[in-house]
């Protein structure tokens, strides 16, 4: 077997979700889990506008998803301890050998490098769970990895973070060409791309160590979007900057240098907690469209969606306030995870 995991570009069959549910992510008052909930719903609404999207509720929050929900999502029951799919559920695959055969990679999940705060025990089975409940070949690993640590082309180029898959509270045993043996065995890649760091935020100690999908991402062979803080008073102003001259000595797949494109950041600096780690990166792609994090900051989102709209044309961009998604940690990349179909090529 061979497997490749395609471009988030390519057709999916839907996109999958979990619910919020009590705990240190949801929050610590009524209003800042009505918050929560209302984040997730919106996001999981503006996919339904696309494509179908299937939410893994915990037994305890049946009655209250069923009731935010509605009937535009699908909903299956599950024991949940955290709700980013994108981290705690499977990375699907195609074998392009067998095109009716959908694999479904089973990351180990340690709850980000195995921090004091975190829980996983349920999380862990969340993998093959959706693997099972898509039909899916489960694809089984012991790299501890996460879905918002990775993001391919679907032409043999991935993009990974040093700090990330050489944590030593994830990895302390593994090397780069383990990792990228690792890689190449479930994800089919070619050429991995070792990025240095992630944004300042997410070394905090809720942090997930320098996830990816908040610093870049490839919306095509050969190009990138790419984070961009043009404010001096922010540590990620050296930063992106530090990554932007990384990224202009790299080669993808086919050995050919990337054309780099820049996502400024909102002007927003502070939130309650520190610099915000507020990334337009951090977008999924959908059947027809792209859903991207909106931070009620007009000019600033809308040149995010019209650079979004540029880099993948013919899709329709739908912004959705992620203001409460980034102050629990990740974005609307790093809530979902995209299913996708088999028998369509890639667009």
């Not at 899916?136 to 993009?159: M, W």
């Not at 102003?237 to 054309?259: H, I, M, N, W, Y």
């Not at 999924?284 to 969606?305: K, M, Q, S, T």
Request: proline share 6%; hydrophobic share 40%.
């Amino acid at each position: 077997m061979a497997w490749r995991m395609p471009a988030e570009t390519a057709p999916h069959e839907r996109t999958w979700m979990a619910f919020p549910r009590a705990g240190l992510t949801l929050g610590e008052d009524a209003a800042s889990a009505e918050e929560a909930y209302g984040a997730w719903t919106a996001v999981a609404h503006a996919i339904a506008e696309f494509e179908p999207v299937t939410m893994v509720v915990d037994p305890t929050e049946r009655k209250r998803a069923s009731r935010m929900l509605g009937s535009g999502t699908d909903q299956l029951e599950a024991p949940l301890d955290e709700f980013w799919m994108r981290d705690i559920g499977p990375t699907f695959v195609v074998d392009d050998a067998r095109p009716g055969v959908l694999g479904a990679v089973d990351w180990t999940f340690n709850g980000w490098g195995a921090p004091a705060w975190a829980e996983w025990e349920k999380s862990r089975g969340i993998g093959r769970f959706v693997a099972e409940q898509a039909g899916a070949e489960l694809v089984s690993s012991l790299l501890v990895n996460e879905g918002g640590a990775i993001h391919v082309d679907g032409a043999g180029t991935v993009l990974v973070t040093e700090t990330v898959q050489l944590d030593p509270g994830r990895n302390p045993y593994i090397d780069k060409e383990r990792v990228e043996a690792e890689l190449a065995r479930t994800l089919g890649t070619t050429h991995t791309v070792w990025v240095p760091r992630g944004l300042t935020r997410d070394y905090e100690d809720l942090g997930t160590r320098g996830h990816i999908d908040m610093v870049a991402t490839v919306p095509s062979p050969g190009r990138l979007l790419l984070h961009l803080q043009n404010n001096p008073a922010h540590p990620d102003f050296e930063v992106s900057r530090q990554l932007r001259d990384f990224f202009g000595t790299q080669l993808d797949a086919a050995g050919k240098p990337f054309e780099i494109v820049e996502l400024p950041a909102p002007e927003t600096l502070k939130d309650d907690d520190g610099f915000v780690d507020w990334s337009y990166v951090n977008h999924l792609v959908v059947n027809g469209g792209v859903i991207a994090c909106g931070y009620g900051e007009e000019r600033a989102d809308a040149l995010a969606a019209e650079i979004l709209a540029e880099a993948y044309p013919g899709r329709r961009v739908v912004t959705v306030d992620a203001r409460p998604i980034l102050a629990r940690g990740g974005g609307i990349h790093c809530i979902t995870q995209q299913q996708p179909a088999l028998v369509a090529t890639e667009a």
